[in-house]
Antibody, heavy 120, light 107 residues
Framework: QVQLQESGPGLVKPSQTLSLTCTVS??????????WSWIRQPAGKGLEWIGR???????NYNPSLRSRVTISVDTSKNQFSLKLSSVTAADTAVYYC????????????WGQGTLVTVSS | IQMTQSPSSLSASVGDRVTITCRAS??????LNWYQQEPGKAPKVLIY???TLQGGVPSRFSGSGSGTDFTLTISSLQPEDFATYYC??????????FGQGTKVEIK
């Protein structure tokens, strides 16, 4: 079955850019029936949807983060990526990638998550 | 669209019937999904489209509701059900939003 795995630096300095990649295995990212989303969760807090990308490259972003977020896709590597610029301590969180069903927009499956800490 | 869950936490015993509610700030038809998150793990979808059980999810979980008010019910709480539960709306266009979560603890 499809599995997702996040990768990237666990520590980012304030004002720099957070960069993460999600590798999809067990299925093609170009299936056409899914979006591919990023979601984050600060420690002890709830879930925040960051944005998503379709295999064609079309994107949607959360307005609260739109000015700082870029999501891209590399279909040749079956990967999609997140860049979040000008980070602050408030961006410290566990970042998840997840598959987003085109019809109903529920998230399944999810990656295991990766903790990114913003600190100097 | 804002999602509000209640209660924020609850204590229950094995075998209890547990009900969690989720209210949307506007009508979302049945575009409502429920997730379970165990400590240190990623969320897992339990129910989508308000009442459809995801494959492999035990039948003691059920969902109902439409419009603005929704319910997740666990008919007989099991030890593995102690976790945090989130609702998520997927109505119309993004941004998708989650409720703040309901933590189910052992009494």
């Amino acid at each position: 079955q499809v599995q997702l795995q996040e990768s990237g630096p666990g520590l980012v300095k304030p004002s720099q850019t957070l960069s993460l990649t999600c590798t999809v295995s067990g299925g093609s990212i170009t299936s056409g029936t899914y979006y591919w989303s990023w979601i984050r969760q600060p420690a002890g807090k709830g879930l925040e949807w960051i944005g998503r990308i379709y295999d064609s490259g079309g994107t949607n972003y959360n307005p609260s983060l739109r000015s700082r977020v870029t999501i891209s896709v590399d279909t040749s590597k079956n990967q999609f990526s997140l860049k979040l610029s000008s980070v602050t301590a408030a961006d410290t969180a566990v970042y998840y990638c997840a598959r987003d069903d085109v019809v109903g927009n529920w998230f399944d499956p999810w990656g295991q998550g990766t903790l990114v800490t913003v600190s100097s | 669209i804002q999602m509000t869950q209640s209660p924020s936490s609850l204590s229950a015993s094995v075998g209890d019937r547990v009900t969690i509610t989720c209210r949307a700030s506007q009508s979302i038809s049945t575009y409502l999904n429920w997730y379970q998150q165990e400590p240190g793990k990623a969320p897992k979808v339990l129910i989508y489209a308000a009442s459809t059980l995801q494959g492999g999810v035990p039948s003691r979980f059920s969902g109902s509701g439409s419009g603005t008010d929704f319910t997740l019910t666990i008919s007989s709480l099991q030890p593995e059900d102690f976790a945090t539960y989130y609702c998520q709306q997927s109505y119309s266009t993004p941004p998708w939003t989650f409720g703040q979560g309901t933590k189910v603890e052992i009494k």
